[in-house]
């Protein structure tokens, strides 16, 4: 039923012989069993070929539609839920036990090479202990990363970047009694001494940080950063408070802060190391970042390889899109996604607004269909 289904509605919006319309259901089949069918903000009965065929429809008069049936097969890049969450399983021993192991052989004086030696010597459980990670947003799969490391405590992972004084009490609580466990001591004064911020996914690296006024900075790693830092101009009491309370959390200033993206573009790895030092500088605060999946700078499509595309674009954009958070971005050229990133990147649970906005956004008053609809999660920026 289904398989009659697909070829009843791409004959009916193609101009496809029998012999082409055979051979394109069959591999939009496996393309959609195998990945797109999975997209999560589809409508309940929505399926991949279905959509495609509607968003293909509003093309056909304009004779374009082959120009862009070609892009979706050979430019689209479609990231499954099982592709994220191997990505999210690398995240300890590709990434964090690496980090940790030339920290302690400084410490125990051998080489770093000596990987068994270190891992089982209590001073890597220690500093292991001694790691707090926290999640950026709900992408960051908090829950996730913690069953798939295997070997990190439910108390040192947290869902959220901003710690309360009631929270920041419990964790180092926590943290003392897991560390007399291991070492047999008493302890009651033990601090957190690196931080590791999760997420999922970054192309600009603007929603984490960026400088909207010469020393004046925003985004959701500027909130955690002002949090730990001593600011040397007078501050309101509040802050005093907070920076009173997490400095009795965290090891300051011999603080390490390392932030973690499942997926991110080299230039958002950038943007976020500069912007994060810039506003660190001073405090004696490193800060080291690392993504498991660095996308290539080539998936960012220039003109030339959109070809005509990019005249497809531009008819089906409206200026809906173009709002005060998008506008942080790049926007000359709005058409090319936010920060004019020019991404033909969808995730399972949700296209970014960095990819073309021809892939996720629809309006139905103007009659433009998206092939993946994105779900405008509180107007934010990515």
Known sequence: MRDSLARELLAKVTDWTAERLTKERLDLQLLSEYKYD???????????????ALWLEQFKDSGKQEVAYNFVKQKLIFISTAELNHLIRMAYPDVI????IPNVAKELGIDEFLIKKIVTNVKFKILKRKCL????????R??????????LNHEQVYPTYLISKDKANELKRELNTDLQEITGIPSSNE???IVFLMDDFSASGISYIREENPHEFEGKIKKFLEQVISKKEKETEKKNDDYEFLKELFDMPNLKICIILYIA?????KRIKDISNELLKDSGISLDIFAIQELDDKLNLTETDLGDFIALMKKNYDDSILTKQYKKGKHEKPYLGFDECSLPLVLSHNCPNNSLPIIWHENNLKEIRALFPRLQRYKVIT
Do not use: C, H, W
């Not at 573009?265 to 790895?269: D, I």
């Open 38 to 52: 999975e997209y999560q903000q589809f409508v309940p009965g929505m399926r991949f070929i279905e959509s495609l």
């Open 97 to 100: 036990k690496p980090y940790l």
């Open 133 to 140: 990670f926290l999640g950026l947003s709900d992408g960051a």
């Open 142 to 151: 908090i829950d996730l990363f913690r069953r798939f490391s295997g070997v």
């Open 191 to 193: 601090k957190y001494k």
């Open 265 to 269: 573009t080299k230039n958002a790895l």
